[in-house]
C-alpha cells in the first residue's frame, strides 16, 4: 500500500462517525479499538454507572468505580487521541424510539448486554433507518472457542455471531472473549467506512 | 415447493406463518431476527407473516451478554 492510500484511510477514519449503543464490556473495548484506529466522532449512549464487578471485562479502572461510564470512557479515550469529538447521551435507549441517537452516525455498532434489548434495538434500527449499517453481536458469553464467532452479513446488518454460546446467565463473561467480540465488531466498522475493497 | 432457512432446504407449507415455521422446524430460542428475502419482520408479526414460496429465511438467535 502506498503512503497516498494509507493518508487516504487515515484521512476517512478522521472524517467518520460511529455511535455505540451500550458502552460495557462490547461497546467499551469497541470504543477503545475505534479511537485508537483514528475514527474521529464517536456518539456513545450508555446510563450506567462503573462498578467494581466491571473491571472483569470493561474497559474501566479501579479509580473510575462510581462515575458514570460516559464519563470515565470519555476521560480515556481523551488519553488515546485528545482531539476525539465524542458526543455523549448518558440515557437509557426506550422503546420504540431507541433509534433516534444515531440518526446522523456513519455506522451503529451495538454493544448492549440483554437479549431482549439488543433485539429490540436490531429490530427497530433494521425498521426505522433501514439504509444504516449496524454492527451488533450475540454470543459473548463463555471462553476458549475463538473459532466459533463468524460474521453475518446481510444487507446493511453484520452479526459477529457465536451460534452455540451460552447465555451470560448460564455461562461466565471473559475478559479475552468480550474484547474479541468487542474488536471483531470494531473491526467490522472500520470495514464500512473504508468499504469492503479499501486497500485490498 | 421449498424455502430455505438459515442455507437448509425445508418443504414450503401454504399459508404458514413465522411462528408456525419456527415451531415445524423446532427452533426454539425465546429471542429471535427473522428476515425473509431481505425484509426484517417485527417480532410482533411473527403470527401472520406468511412465508412465500421460494423464501430465503434467516433466523438469528439472539442471547445475553456484552
Known amino acids: 500500500m502506498d503512503t497516498q492510500e494509507k493518508k487516504s484511510i487515515k484521512k476517512k477514519l478522521e472524517g467518520a462517525c460511529v455511535g455505540i449503543a451500550g458502552i460495557g464490556g462490547l461497546g467499551s473495548n469497541a470504543a477503545v479499538a475505534l479511537a485508537r484506529a483514528g475514527v474521529g466522532h464517536l456518539v456513545l449512549v450508555d446510563f450506567d454507572v462503573v462498578e467494581e464487578g466491571n473491571l472483569d471485562r470493561q474497559y474501566?479502572?479501579?479509580?473510575?468505580?462510581?462515575?458514570?461510564?460516559?464519563?470515565?470512557?470519555?476521560?480515556?479515550?481523551?488519553?488515546?487521541?485528545?482531539?476525539?469529538?465524542?458526543?455523549?447521551?448518558?440515557?437509557?435507549?426506550?422503546?420504540?424510539?431507541?433509534?433516534?441517537?444515531?440518526?446522523?452516525?456513519?455506522?451503529?455498532?451495538?454493544?448492549?448486554?440483554?437479549?431482549?434489548?439488543?433485539?429490540?434495538?436490531?429490530?427497530?434500527?433494521?425498521?426505522?433507518?433501514?439504509?444504516?449499517?449496524?454492527?451488533?453481536?450475540?454470543?459473548?458469553?463463555?471462553?476458549?472457542?475463538?473459532?466459533?464467532?463468524?460474521?453475518?452479513?446481510?444487507?446493511?446488518?453484520?452479526?459477529?455471531?457465536?451460534?452455540?454460546?451460552?447465555?451470560?446467565?448460564?455461562?461466565?463473561?471473559?475478559?479475552?472473549?468480550?474484547?474479541?467480540?468487542?474488536?471483531?465488531?470494531?473491526?467490522?466498522?472500520?470495514?464500512?467506512?473504508?468499504?469492503?475493497?479499501?486497500?485490498? | 415447493m421449498a424455502i430455505e432457512v438459515n442455507g437448509r432446504t425445508v418443504e414450503w407449507k401454504d399459508n404458514e406463518t413465522v411462528t408456525q415455521l419456527l415451531q415445524r422446524i423446532g427452533y426454539v430460542f425465546p429471542l429471535v431476527i427473522v428476515k425473509i428475502n431481505d425484509s426484517i419482520i417485527p417480532r410482533k408479526d411473527f403470527s401472520q407473516a406468511i412465508i412465500p414460496d421460494q423464501a430465503a429465511i434467516k433466523v438469528i438467535h439472539m442471547v445475553s451478554g456484552g
Open chain 1, 60 to 200: 474501566y479502572f479501579f479509580d473510575q468505580i462510581g462515575k458514570l461510564k460516559i464519563d470515565a470512557l470519555v476521560e480515556t479515550l481523551r488519553r488515546i487521541n485528545p482531539s476525539l469529538d465524542c458526543i455523549v447521551h448518558p440515557v437509557k435507549l426506550k422503546r420504540g424510539s431507541m433509534e433516534i441517537l444515531f440518526r446522523d452516525v456513519d455506522v451503529i455498532l451495538e454493544g448492549l448486554d440483554r437479549a431482549e434489548t439488543k433485539t429490540a434495538f436490531i429490530e427497530e434500527v433494521l425498521l426505522k433507518l433501514p439504509g444504516k449499517p449496524l454492527v451488533a453481536s450475540s454470543g459473548v458469553a463463555g471462553y476458549g472457542e475463538p473459532d466459533r464467532i463468524v460474521t453475518l452479513h446481510m444487507g446493511n446488518f453484520y452479526l459477529c455471531y457465536d451460534e452455540k454460546a451460552k447465555s451470560s446467565e448460564e455461562d461466565v463473561l471473559i475478559a479475552s472473549h468480550v474484547a474479541l467480540m468487542a474488536n471483531w465488531e470494531a473491526d467490522l466498522a472500520l470495514r464500512i467506512i473504508l468499504g469492503e475493497h479499501h486497500g485490498h
